[in-house]
Structures are given as C-alpha cells and as structure tokens.
C-alpha cells in the first residue's frame, strides 16, 4: 500500500499562487510516476501534471506555462507550483502514484480562485 498525504490548498484571488505537496509512504517503488488531477464540480477529473522518477514531465493543456510540477525523490514527495490562477482553476487537487502494479490517490485538496 502507498499512503499520500496533500498540503497547500485553500482560497487564492485571481492571478495568485499556491504550491500543492504531495508526500508518499509505503510500498515505494523506485520507478513511479507522481502526479496531479483535479476535479471541479459536475466535470470529470482530468489530468493536471505528472512527473516521472527520471523528471520527464507533462501538463494538461489548460495550465501549461502556469504550473510547474517538480519532485524530491529522497522525500518521495511532489510539488506543484500554480501561479497566475484563474476561477476555473477551482477543484479539488488529488495526488496520484503510479507504479507497475499500483495506482494511488490521496485524498484531495481543495484549491479555490475567487475574488
């Protein structure tokens, strides 16, 4: 089993920042992939960023060139760096890991833009 514990939402005024963590326990396996989905109300989840174990990253198309998803493997932890947040931002933030023969959420965090 692999446990993931989020950090770092809450409500931001649009054009604002926040950083989201992610840290991993358990069953860690050295080749993995981390990542972020998010889920606003009424919508599928879809696909933020995710980075590899060896940095190779990729992005939803609606928030490339605003976030940026980086990762401390020594912490098996992942961050993800949202600036320039818009309304329709708003979700709730899961953390995903994926191995070869796992696949893990955390359970959420909620990310708000409003003024």
């Known amino acids: 089993q692999v446990r993931l514990v989020e950090s770092g939402g809450g409500l931001v005024q649009p054009g604002g920042s926040l950083r989201l963590s992610c840290a991993a326990s358990?069953?860690?396996?050295?080749?993995?992939?981390m990542g972020w989905y998010r889920q606003a109300p009424g919508k599928a989840r879809e696909l933020v960023a995710s980075i590899n174990s060896g940095g190779s990253t990729n992005y939803g198309d609606s928030v490339k060139g605003r976030f940026t998803i980086s990762r401390d493997n020594g912490k098996n932890a992942a961050y993800l760096q949202m600036n320039s947040l818009k309304p329709e931002d708003t979700a709730v933030y899961y953390c995903n890991y994926k191995f070869t023969g796992g696949n893990y959420w955390g359970q959420g965090t909620q990310v708000t833009v409003s003024s």
């Open positions: 358990g069953r860690i396996f050295s080749i993995n992939v």
